[in-house]
T-cell receptor, first 112, second 113 residues
Framework: AQSVSQHNHHVILSEAASLELGCNYSYGGTVNLFWYVQYPGQHLQLLLKYFSGDPLVKGIKGFEAEFIKSKFSFNLRKPSVQWSDTAEYFC??????????FGTGTRLQVFP | DGGITQSPKYLFRKEGQNVTLSCEQNLNHDAMYWYRQDPGQGLRLIYYSQIVNDFQKGDIAEGYSVSREKKESFPLTVTSAQKNPTAFYLCACIGAGGWDEQFFGPGTRLTVL
């Protein structure tokens, strides 16, 4: 069974629009959650992570994500996107303490 | 300069040939991972190793093999048994702090002709 689901496969926005990318996980127990970004032709980069504590996590480049345990969700948000945010975004969860399992990714295109 | 390297960046092979992808790290990290990335499928775990001379299968290990003879090296062999080997392959390592201390390599794009 898929441990991480990203239902938005392709999102198209205009600059300055707000962004929310969905991520749901189906793994019970303690979870560690991550969002990564992969710009065209570049390495995978860690945007933010949640291990414990404040469920609202701030990351780099103005991104944030909220862990909602009751909804098994960890959605990524940005109030105002820029053309440079065009990239692919991956949600991931630690499974069985030693395996990082990724979602299928969301391709974001931002038009000027 | 510490980090994780993968070589080569692009690799071409004929169908039916085995090919080995390199992953080296000088971070002294114990755990190393191999992922395969395909469009629309995200990254899928092939093999991982928590310690030298030990490794475990991930979700899509069929058609692949690995070795972990040295802490700094975790090569991945794509065998002829792998039905669809053309993909982007990513290596990662994590430190003693667990996934709070993670590094991903630049990847190798393998094309089988």
């Amino acid at each position: 069974a898929q441990s991480v689901s990203q239902h938005n496969h392709h999102v198209i926005l205009s600059e300055a629009a707000s962004l929310e990318l969905g991520c749901n996980y189906s793994y019970g127990g303690t979870v560690n959650l991550f969002w990564y970004v992969q710009y065209p032709g570049q390495h995978l980069q860690l945007l933010l992570k949640y291990f414990s504590g404040d469920p609202l996590v701030k990351g780099i480049k103005g991104f944030e994500a909220e862990f909602i345990k009751s909804k098994f969700s960890f959605n990524l948000r940005k109030p105002s996107v820029q053309w440079s945010d065009t990239a692919e975004y991956f949600c991931a969860v630690i499974k069985d303490t030693d395996k990082l399992i990724f979602g299928t990714g969301t391709r974001l295109q931002v038009f000027p | 300069d510490g980090g994780i390297t993968q070589s080569p960046k692009y690799l071409f092979r004929k169908e039916g040939q085995n090919v080995t992808l390199s992953c080296e790290q000088n971070l002294n990290h114990d755990a190393m991972y191999w992922y395969r990335q395909d469009p629309g499928q995200g990254l899928r775990l092939i093999y991982y190793s928590q310690i030298v001379n030990d490794f475990q299968k991930g979700d899509i290990a069929e058609g692949y093999s690995v070795s972990r003879e040295k802490k700094e090296s975790f090569p991945l062999t794509v065998t002829s048994a792998q039905k669809n080997p053309t993909a982007f392959y990513l290596c990662a390592c994590i430190g003693a702090g667990g996934w709070d201390e993670q590094f991903f390599g630049p990847g190798t794009r393998l094309t089988v002709l």
